[in-house]
């Protein structure tokens, strides 16, 4: 895993060619990106809403398992190993699974909130959502161009 950012230590192609089975890289532009923005909106999100006030190695490490179980077994391949970065999954399965060990290990102040609650703060987040909201943005923008609508001021 050549993670160096722009420029990887080796880059995939040369690993490959040294006989590397799996490559990865920091960089968005190839297959396999390692990217902290993975974990860390997720993280800070479930530790503010289970008012942690640490973030401990055992929170890091369920994030890790998040993330890795969001690929199934079947679509596991040497250019699929972890999920893209703006996958809109992995904010929220890293925060129920960082809230949920937050809990069971008693980091938690906010006694009353629930992993599953955290999980749905995180549903605002949605990409699919955020875009569909961008495509009636476009098409009420149009209907302004076109005359359709007036201003209301």
């Known amino acids: 895993f050549a993670l160096a950012n722009p420029e990887p230590e080796i880059f995939p192609s040369e690993a490959y060619k040294a006989g590397a089975f799996i490559v990865a890289t920091g960089r968005s532009d190839m297959k396999n ?15 503010v809403d289970v008012k942690s006030p640490k973030i ?9 398992i998040a993330i890795s179980n969001l690929i199934e077994e079947k679509e596991l391949n040497t250019d699929y190993i972890i999920p893209d970065a703006l996958d809109s999954r992995v904010p929220i399965a890293v925060a129920k699974a960082v809230a949920e060990t937050a809990i069971k290990l008693n980091y938690s102040k906010a006694k009353e909130i629930t992993p599953d609650q955290v999980q749905e703060n995180l549903n605002g987040w949605l990409l699919e959502e955020k875009l569909k909201n961008w495509e009636n943005i476009k098409e009420i923008g149009l209907k302004f161009e ?6 209301k001021f």
């Open 146 to 151: 076109q005359g359709i609508l007036k201003p």
């Open 33 to 47: 990106q390692v990217n902290n923005s993975l974990a860390f909106p997720g993280i800070f999100r479930a530790a």
């Open 56 to 64: 401990t190695i055992e929170m890091k490490l369920s994030a890790g």
